[in-house]
């Protein structure tokens, strides 16, 4: 038996220490909070997502009184953004969180099927996407998905 030992590299940051572009990216996704659809959870999600082209384009969580039907800001932005945009890769990926009457202090990571979609993103387009996470006292930067979602399954498992 032998150990396999999992490294993560995520950047620490605040918002200040962003260049402008990862700044804009994250003021996208914090306004695309307030297009958010939560009224049971009350935990509004933006996404924005820059596409290689230079073009914007954010989404936010869109709730369901049958939980599952419902969708997560990740998961609506890239839809959107392969349904619209089929021919540019996604550069860069900002995922921002309001609850009560502030944005998160730290950064909400996406869910699951969130990571799984946003790995699909990357190998759809063969190149890595930056994400942020944003929080008012701390961000987070990953330069993939895969650091998120170690041992993923993709589309090599399929071959």
């Keep these: 038996m032998k150990n396999i030992d999992i490294v993560t590299n995520i950047v620490v940051c605040n918002?200040?220490?962003?260049?402008?572009?990862?700044?804009?990216?994250?003021?996208?996704?914090?306004?695309?909070?307030?297009?958010?659809?939560?009224?049971?959870?009350?935990?509004?999600?933006?996404?924005?997502a820059l596409l290689d082209n230079g073009e914007i384009i954010s989404g936010s969580n869109q709730e369901n009184a049958a939980y599952p039907s419902g969708t997560c800001a990740e998961r609506t932005t890239l839809f959107y953004?392969?349904?619209?945009?089929?021919?540019?890769?996604?550069?860069?990926?900002?995922?921002?969180?309001?609850?009560?009457?502030?944005?998160?202090?730290?950064?909400?990571?996406?869910?699951?099927?969130?990571?799984?979609v946003i790995l699909e993103t990357e190998h759809r387009y063969n190149t890595p996407i930056?994400?942020?996470?944003?929080?008012?006292?701390?961000?987070?930067?990953?330069?993939?998905?895969?650091?998120l979602l170690p041992l993923c399954f993709g589309k090599t498992d399929l071959e």
């Design 130 to 147: 930056e994400i942020i996470l944003y929080g008012t006292e701390k961000t987070y930067i990953v330069t993939s998905i895969e650091s």
């Design 81 to 116: 953004a392969g349904a619209q945009h089929p021919n540019n890769a996604v550069k860069r990926l900002a995922i921002a969180a309001y609850k009560g009457n502030d944005f998160t202090a730290t950064p909400t990571a996406p869910c699951g099927a969130c990571r799984q």
């Design 15 to 48: 918002y200040n220490e962003l260049n402008d572009d990862q700044k804009k990216l994250v003021d996208c996704a914090k306004e695309a909070c307030s297009r958010a659809y939560a009224p049971y959870s009350h935990f509004n999600v933006g996404a924005a």
